[in-house]
């Protein structure tokens, strides 16, 4: 019998895998793909996630996750009227396969027992703890008081527990040699509803030019990527030499009021899978916070799944009101983020 089962090695299951390892407690960490683990991202540390992770795993992040250039100076917005607002702040450049598995890394050197390869197919609430069916080689089952669900944005056990399907947005970004006329070291996100049904967006990463758009309907999304790369073509200058990959990812779609899921029986849940995404798609900060604040009232009040619920709701509030806030922000900037323009 576990203590807890964590489902997925991402910032959320890690930061809480650790956090429990730490405290004594004997978890399970399963992680359904091969570590490390690809996992699309612009791979932006912002100021608050470099300091969780010298709060939570004792140390600064590793040179070698981090790509060129390594230092990531803020973000620049252009909102759907055209406007644009900078906000400068210290962050760095990471590859997430590299970051996510070393914070994994880090879990386990605590303590926790790492399985990848291993997906969670199903639970089953028994009498005061859960048997977890699990899929690697072979299909079998393992117990736990508690299950901490981090499965990320597509989470096919919380599709087993609840009902209701969460709203996804549709990520596209492409990798390119070539050149553009703005400077490497910034976020560029781009609300101008020509160009995405959501968020579209500039990076650099190792030399190549991230261009990405997000969009509700993704058979729209050929027709907002050439508008995009029209529209940096003649405002910046853009060249492509060569699109060296390109893919499309999910991430969920946060509406007015940020709603969050913390629980289903003795189901716990962290990171994107709960809710906690920050805007233009920022959610390793809010991952760790989660998973940290989860694994932390499960460590108090182990003995009781109401009060561990209670006491992860009352920990996560600033997080939620800093999300509401920031979600507000943006709504601010484009109609989109306030829903105003939805079908
Ligand atoms: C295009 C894009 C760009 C982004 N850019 C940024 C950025 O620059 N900065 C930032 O902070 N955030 C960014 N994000 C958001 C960020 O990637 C996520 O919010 C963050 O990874 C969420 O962490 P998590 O631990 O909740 O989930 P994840 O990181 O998704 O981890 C979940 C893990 O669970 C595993 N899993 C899923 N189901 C199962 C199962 N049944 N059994 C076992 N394992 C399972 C998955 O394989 C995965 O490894 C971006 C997202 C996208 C799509």
Sequence with gaps: MYDCIIIGAGPAGSTAAKTLADKGFKVLLVEKFKLPRYKSCSGVLIKKSMDLVKLYFGESTPQFTMCAPTENRGMIFTTDKGKEYRFEQEGLNVWRSSFDNWLTTKAAESGAEVRDGT??????????????TLHGEKTYTEDARYVLDCEGVVGSLKRKILSKPQGYITTFQ???????????????AYLQPELSEYDAWFNVKDNLLVLGVS??????????????LACMK???????DEETKSEKWLMPHIRPGCAVQYRAGRVF????????????????SAGMESGHCLACA???????????????RQ????????????????????DTFAEKKLK
């Excluded at 492409?174 to 560029?188: A, R």
């Excluded at 003649?234 to 492509?240: A, C, D, P, V």
């Excluded at 906690?276 to 390793?284: A, D, T």
């Excluded at 182990?302 to 009060?307: E, W």
């Design 234 to 240: 003649e405002l910046h200058g853009l060249r492509i």
């Design 215 to 228: 969009v509700k309907d993704p058979s729209q999304i050929a027709g907002y990527y050439a508008r995009f």
């Design 315 to 334: 920990s996560t509030a600033t997080l939620k009101t800093y999300m509401e806030r920031q979600w507000g922000f943006v709504a601010g900037m484009a």
């Design 119 to 132: 997906a969670a197919i199903d639970r089953k609430e028994q009498d005061g703890y859960v048997t977890v």
């Design 298 to 312: 499960v460590a108090k009040h182990f003995d009781d799944a109401d009060m561990i619920c209670a006491d992860y």
């Design 174 to 188: 492409t990798f390119n040699k070539g050149t553009v006329d703005l400077d490497y070291h910034y976020f560029y």
């Design 269 to 284: 849940f962290a990171g994107e899978i709960a809710g906690f995404l920050n805007p233009m798609g920022e959610g390793i």
